[in-house]
């Protein structure tokens, strides 16, 4: 059902960008990578979220580097 509703909206998507000037159709083009960029960044954030509940006292670091950064991106974490 998803796959039929999803082809139906591509192909209304598809005729309405034909009627759109070539500015119009840049604009809807960055927003829609905008909205793919959105998409994968919070999926990489939702699947770390996931790890640290499975391993809540675990942080591995490879350098004393990473250490320090892991604390710094634990204070905006917390922070917000």
């Keep these: 059902m998803f796959m039929k509703t999803a ?3 591509i192909d209304n ?3 309405m960008l034909c009627h759109l ?5 840049q604009e809807v083009y960055d927003f829609v990578s905008y909205l793919i960029e959105k ?4 999926r990489a954030f939702i699947k770390r979220v996931l790890e640290i509940e499975k391993n809540p006292d ?9 250490v320090m950064e892991a604390i710094r991106n634990a204070d905006v974490d917390e922070a917000d």
């Design 7 to 9: 082809t139906a909206q």
């Design 13 to 15: 998507l598809r005729d």
């Design 21 to 25: 000037p070539k500015n119009k159709l």
């Design 39 to 42: 998409d994968r960044k919070h």
């Design 58 to 66: 675990t942080i591995r670091c490879s350098s004393v580097d990473e």
